[in-house]
């Protein structure tokens, strides 16, 4: 249940990270950080996924550095005000096409581009609006997306699961155009539940107008943690009928953990291109039962 840390991960982690660091302070400073890091490495279970990382990393930055566990608010901000300017004329496009639903999904999985960690420094909101302008010529997993519609129909609950803040925007439209053509369905938005880099906490929610019902993971993991959650998080995941995973952080987590989740994401990793064996920024929508 996950997708474990494997070489590549701890790689990434410790060269992405020391980056970040060397500029801040001198060659000593940087190699206890080093050290504090692989520490915390050595720390976490063989079987933990990479995000579980996330919230030990954070910490030990504004502990031995000052960066602030929100390091990402400007972004997060940003990417909301983004997404709410161009949410009119979205939808129009999602709603002027023979079938809402997808297109609604199709933008949504291109929201997944506003993630400032996965995708340090390389992050270019001019080069979203052109991913945009293409978004309905998207190509996903048609016996997936079938099973989706499906599961949507018979079900009586969703539980969406978000990623990031900006993305969240994407997200509404799908989830209004779900609604619309499922007015029985519950909807049920979950996000996390603490400051986790620039994913979508509550306050991403409110900034975007969602206007479904909120609960949050109940920690601060960018992903789904099923050891982790609030025990409300946990009922809803148990009561869901049809789960809908944003990011590549809640595949990683929950990867096989037998819900009925369909997973939605830009792949934005090379451990990620070679187990899908798909380049960087493919599209992707995976059935949890089928993988």
């Known amino acids: 249940m996950s997708i474990a840390m494997d070489s590549y991960c701890i790689q990434c982690t410790l060269r992405r990270n020391i980056e970040l660091v060397s500029t801040l302070g001198s060659g000593e400073k940087t190699t206890a950080f080093t050290r504090a890091l692989m520490d915390l490495i050595l720390r976490t279970p063989a079987d933990a996924s990479s995000p579980s990382l996330g919230p030990g990393i ?32 979205i939808r129009a496009r999602a709603e002027n096409t023979g079938d809402p639903i997808l297109a609604g999904l199709q933008f949504a999985i291109l929201g997944n581009y506003l993630d400032f960690s996965a995708l340090q420094g390389q992050v270019d909101f001019g080069k979203l609006d052109e991913m945009l302008d293409s978004a309905l010529e998207m190509e996903l997993d048609e016996t997936a997306y079938r099973a989706f519609r499906r599961d949507l129909e018979r079900g009586k609950r969703l539980l969406y699961l978000t990623d990031n803040a900006g993305e969240i925007g994407f997200d509404r439209i799908l989830a209004e155009e779900i609604q619309k053509a499922y007015p029985n369905l519950f909807i049920t938005f979950c996000v996390r539940g603490a400051v986790t880099v620039n994913d979508a906490t509550r306050e991403d929610a409110r900034a975007v107008g969602l206007p479904f019902p909120v609960i949050d993971n109940g920690n601060r993991v960018g992903g789904t943690d099923l050891n982790l959650l609030s025990d409300e998080a946990r009922q809803a995941l148990k009561e869901a009928d049809v789960i809908l995973a944003k990011g590549m952080g809640n595949t990683e987590t929950m990867l096989g953990c037998g819900y009925n989740v369909y997973y939605a994401f830009l792949i934005k990793c090379p451990r990620f291109v070679e187990r899908f064996d798909r380049p960087m920024l493919t599209p992707m929508f995976l059935r949890e039962i089928d993988n």
């Not at 030990?60 to 949410?87: A, C, T, W």
């Open 58 to 89: 954070s910490d030990l930055l504004h502990d031995m550095y000052g960066i602030p566990l929100d390091r990402f608010r400007e972004e997060k901000e940003q990417s909301n005000r983004f997404v709410l300017e161009r949410l009119p004329a």
